[in-house]
């Protein structure tokens, strides 16, 4: 199985087709519904990102607190069509890997190709397994929103399958 170091750079992605699965290591970024919903308000208002989004990967993902041993509670992925209408939008600003459950509109599969970006799925129902493949775990922005705020993640051999690659191509 290959490995890929997050940040990556376009290479890299360009060269991942659907279907290859991968162990991720490097730092992610957790957004759901109402951090999307947040950013998105934000980049209306004229104002910046609570972080540096440019070659970053966001991880569709509300985790539960976390046991007092680990970093993180159970991480498993969110269903990402919740996500569609903000996607386009955060990979135009330079957001190029994506992980979540489930397939993607039109729009978010021909912004992938447009901006060179790849979405990964992780698997439903091995939120334990998941979580034991992050090594650090700290709130960046919208701390109020609890599981939903946007949180910084170190990871270490995280699994995933190349759901849509930088062409367009599909597993769905």
Not at 45 to 57: A, R, S, V, W
Not at 92 to 102: R, Y
Not at 122 to 140: D, N, R
């Amino acid at each position: 199985m290959k490995s890929l170091t997050l940040p990556c750079d376009l290479l890299q992605l360009k060269s991942l087709c659907a279907g290859d699965t991968l162990y991720l290591s490097g730092t992610v970024y957790t957004a759901r519904d109402a951090a999307h919903k947040k950013m998105h308000e934000l980049l209306e208002d004229g104002k910046p990102l609570p972080f540096d989004i440019n070659n970053q990967c966001i991880y569709y993902v509300g985790p539960c607190p976390a046991p007092n041993d680990k970093p993180i509670g159970s991480a498993g992925p969110t269903s990402s069509y919740r996500m569609d209408k903000f996607t386009p939008e955060l990979l135009d600003l330079g957001l190029k890997c994506i992980i979540g459950k489930g397939d993607r509109n039109s729009d978010v599969v021909n912004s992938l190709v447009k901006n060179n970006a790849v979405y990964f799925t992780a698997l439903g129902g091995l939120g334990a397994l998941y979580a034991s493949k992050i090594t650090k775990c700290e709130v960046v922005a919208f701390s109020e929103l609890l599981s939903e705020a946007v949180y910084k993640l170190e990871i270490k051999d995280f699994p995933v399958i190349v759901a849509i690659d930088s062409k367009g191509k599909s597993i769905y």
